[in-house]
């Protein structure tokens, strides 16, 4: 699971691709470590902090929630981030387990 639920709310693993001709979801990555990590396309470039900011607001959108509540907490500078989310409830919950690809 690219997602765990913690005491300070959900910790969302995302392999970043910057550069993409659109901002999507593009399936589960598995570190060699098996780590799963959900795969996210965006269109800006990785400099100065474009290509997070697209993530964040992106990832407010799909999930309907403030991008205060959106944090990255490690992976600032690297395209393996962690992120917490703060406001954690069984809408948000829903929406991450619908980015799972259907078998």
């Not at 902090?49 to 490690?74: C, H, P, R, T, Y």
Request: hydrophobic residues 35%; proline residues 4%; charged residues 25%.
């Amino acid at each position: 699971m690219f997602f765990e639920i913690t005491t300070k709310g959900i910790l969302l693993r995302v392999r970043l691709s910057p550069n993409s001709s659109c901002c999507k979801i593009c399936g589960i990555y598995t570190t060699p470590d098996n780590e799963n990590y959900l795969k996210v396309s965006v269109i800006s470039v990785p400099e100065k902090g474009k290509a997070n900011s697209e993530l964040v607001s992106w990832l407010s959108k799909q999930l309907k929630i403030a991008k205060s509540d959106i944090n990255i907490i490690s992976g600032e500078l690297d395209r393996y981030k962690k992120i917490l989310i703060t406001n954690s409830n069984e809408q948000i919950l829903e929406k991450l387990n619908s980015f799972m690809p259907k078998e």
